[in-house]
């Protein structure tokens, strides 16, 4: 039992970081209704850093997470300034155009880095096992500073999310703000994608979040039960893959799928039984 605490410990807290922002964020995700933004920008943040593999840049090191940033930073004006009031075309349409243009633009730069088919496979899957605590608490320094953010400007992000058309009316610059939302997104992307890959990424943003929002109305109650959800499929997942000599990531990913796919079947049988 020691042996798997000393083991997992790093990428536990690793995941304990991780969540503490995602499940926050995802619950933005979802009132907006983008919910693929997550995984576009993901993408694009893996995009980034193939290109700078294919450059002669080691994958982690400081110009890597540039050429991350830089894309996700470009993806993030993009959605920001898609966004319409009112318009014919969803953003939806935009953000899985995206996401497919940069998943084939990855493919085609990974065809010419060495060993580029397990590049992906690391981008996809990540690498949270073998995670250190210098990474760690790189991580965990940058998401201490974007929550900051979020919470110094709350009120402002919540009523874009909720009521949209209210932001609009009461004068605030909407697509600014999307910018600076998709901006801090993009960033916490940017580091998580290196640490956790694609898969995690969209699972710890949106799995927490659907189950937040369908059970309460409340800000803080739906915060705590994502992260509750987040940290209980971190746990559980871990165990496994260290019980079953199984792919970290995958396997927590898949316990989140579980614990969504319990709930909904939780929410489908309580009527008939009260």
């Known amino acids: 039992m020691w042996d798997i605490a000393q083991f997992m410990a790093a990428p536990f807290v690793a995941c304990l970081v991780l969540v503490g922002l995602h499940a926050y964020l995802g619950l ?29 840049h080691h994958p982690g090191t400081p110009i890597a997470y540039a050429f991350s940033l830089a894309a996700t930073v470009l993806g993030a004006a993009i959605f920001a300034l898609t966004r319409m009031r009112r318009g014919t075309v969803p953003q939806e349409a935009v953000i899985g155009i995206t996401f497919v243009v940069a998943s084939a633009a990855t493919i085609l730069l990974a065809d010419r880095a060495p060993e580029g088919g397990e590049q992906i496979k690391e981008l996809m899957s990540g690498t949270i096992l073998w995670v250190s605590w210098k990474n760690v608490l790189n991580a965990a320094l940058i998401y201490s500073a974007l929550g900051f953010f979020h919470v110094l400007f709350r009120r402002r992000f919540m009523l874009i999310s909720e009521h949209p058309d209210r932001a609009y009316a009461s004068g605030i610059r909407v697509r600014l703000w999307d910018f600076l939302f998709y ?63 199984l792919p970290s990531g995958p396997a927590i990913v898949c316990v989140l799928g579980s614990l969504l796919a319990s709930f909904a079947f939780y929410q489908v049988l309580r009527p008939a039984q009260s």
């Open 28 to 56: 933005h995700v979802l009132l907006r209704g983008v919910i693929f933004v997550d995984l576009a920008l993901a993408q694009i943040a893996a995009l980034g850093t193939i290109t700078a593999i294919v450059a002669g």
């Open 183 to 245: 901006v801090s997104f993009g960033l916490m992307i940017t580091v998580s994608v290196h640490m956790a890959g694609v898969l995690m990424v969209f699972s710890y943003l949106v799995a927490p979040a659907i189950i937040a929002l369908a059970t309460s109305k409340s800000w803080s109650v739906r915060i705590l039960i994502a992260w509750t959800v987040g940290v209980l499929a971190s746990a559980l997942g871990l165990v496994a893959s260290y019980q079953w000599d």
